[in-house]
């Protein structure tokens, strides 16, 4: 499973050993007994990757299977545009904060995890 926390500042994504229902019924559970509140709705995400990273041939080979949870799409600029279809979660409806999650093959969710990090090496800005 894929998750993708969206903040203020961007976005991380994750990939985890864990099914889309069990997570979904664990972050229930937390909101039930915390007494919060959760909108979920089946939803689209998409991100941008430079094309210049390695492992683009396999993902675009192995995706070939899975067309109907993913898009690539390039673009002019030089980056292509990955779309998922899965899972909003958010603390209410209109929240532009919260977290996306999907199930992929294991190699697909294995090459874009290994894509999103490699485009943030060295993106990150530390300050005192």
Known sequence: MLK???????????????SPENWIAKRVLLCLRAATSI?????????LLPQDLPYFDQLKTL???HGETMDLISNEDGFLEVCLQGTWVAGEEDSEEGVFICNLCDRIEFFLYQLWQESNIGTTVVTD
């Open 4 to 18: 993708i926390t969206y903040t203020e500042n961007g976005f991380y994504l994750e990939q985890l050993n864990d």
């Open 39 to 47: 909108y979920l709705e089946p939803s689209t995400a998409s991100f």
């Open 63 to 65: 995706k070939t299977g």
